[in-house]
């Protein structure tokens, strides 16, 4: 009697994680913008699929958590011209606080940026991978997007 209870706890706990862990970035949609005078303009993204949907990453860019990665969304960097490295944290539902306990920060790429410059850096949740894509390619992928908050 007990077990059954505790296991009926459990199964609710997991299927709400999983309810939760599918929703995807909820912020603004995205437009796109020009760098501000003496900066560079990153945008990461995750385009939305079903493997994986349940994942969510921490984003860190130059070592300072900046955003939630979830399913189908992007996040905007505004940095000064150099070097900007990005890496995650993974994050799933009810069981972060065992991917912690496994799983430190994971440096994903290093891109080098000038002032003026906009780039697109697509994470791709199969193989946990970062890849600087084209412009255009970024641009088209990006639409529809919301923004990670």
């Not at 296991?7 to 796109?32: E, K, R």
């Not at 440096?107 to 002032?115: D, G, H, I, K």
Request: hydrophobic share 40%; aromatic share 10%.
């Amino acid at each position: 009697m007990q077990l059954t209870k505790i296991l009926a706890q459990m199964g609710a706990t997991i299927s709400l994680a999983l309810l939760v862990g599918c929703s995807g970035a909820g912020g603004p949609a995205f437009s796109p913008k020009a760098p501000e005078p003496g900066t560079a303009l990153v945008y990461f993204y995750r385009v939305e699929r079903s493997i994986g949907a349940v994942v969510k990453l921490h984003l860190s860019v130059n070592g300072t958590r900046v955003a939630m990665v979830t399913n189908g969304g992007y996040y905007d960097y505004s940095t000064p011209p150099g070097n900007v490295t990005f890496s995650t944290r993974l994050k799933m539902g009810a069981f972060s606080w065992f991917n912690s306990l496994i799983q430190g920060e994971r440096e994903l790429l290093t891109v080098n940026v000038q002032a003026g410059e906009t780039k697109f850096v697509r994470f791709n949740v199969v193989g946990a991978t970062a890849v600087l894509v084209p412009n255009s390619v970024g641009m088209e992928q990006i639409q529809g997007l919301r923004r990670f908050e």
